[in-house]
């Protein structure tokens, strides 16, 4: 369902690919910063690190069903 109709929209499963890896840089330059920030805020830098860290296999697995739903397109 969300892959039609991202589909639908436009987006491509070589869109989300790059989101997903762009989002891989952005966990790693904000844990990165996460250790320059005062001891007080650290914890809070290192759960939004985390946090991030959490969205490429998600955008990684809706790329990829959208990817087979591209496939099959194309074969029809």
Known sequence: MIAKSLHRA????????????????????LWIRAKTVDQDERGNAERRALFVGLWPPTIWLIGDSLGRLERRRRWR
Do not use: F
Not at 14 to 19: F, G, N, R
Not at 24 to 29: E, P, Q, S, T, Y
């Open 10 to 29: 436009g987006v491509r499963s070589d869109h989300l690919e790059v989101v997903s890896m762009s989002s891989v840089g952005l966990c790693v330059a």
